[in-house]
Nanobody, 124 residues
């Protein structure tokens, strides 16, 4: 069983920045991702990073958000810049059993463990 604990959420004005962190109870040499879910909407993939640092970002956040990982600290990050009101959501960290090079995914069903989430609220 893998435990994931997110932190770093909060309330900011549009144009502001936040950095989310996710500490894992195990080594992070696996594909991990960030997802978000706004009220009344489905969970959507935001970014994913493989065991070797290959990353992808959803089109809606490309150029504004950056996913990264510190394997020595078992920690996943999401740097969010130029935040918009439409970024308001609960953000979740996810962990996959996949360790293959280049294997990244923005599909929730590809992940095996989830954190409890951290709320991000962006006001206009």
């Amino acid at each position: 069983q893998v435990q994931l604990v997110e932190s770093g959420g909060g309330s900011v004005q549009a144009g502001g920045s936040l950095r989310l962190s996710c500490v894992a109870s195990t080594l992070t040499y696996n594909t991990m991702g960030w997802f978000r879910q706004a009220p009344g909407k489905e969970r959507e993939g935001v970014a994913s990073i493989d065991a070797y640092g290959t990353a992808i970002h959803a089109d809606s956040v490309k150029g504004r958000f950056t996913i990264s990982k510190d394997n020595a600290q078992n920690t996943l990050y999401l740097q969010m810049n130029n935040l918009k009101p439409e970024d308001t959501a609960m953000y979740y960290c996810a962990y996959s059993h996949q360790t293959s090079m280049g294997w990244v995914s923005l599909q929730a069903y590809d992940y095996d463990y989830w954190g409890q989430g951290t709320q991000v609220t962006v006001s206009s």
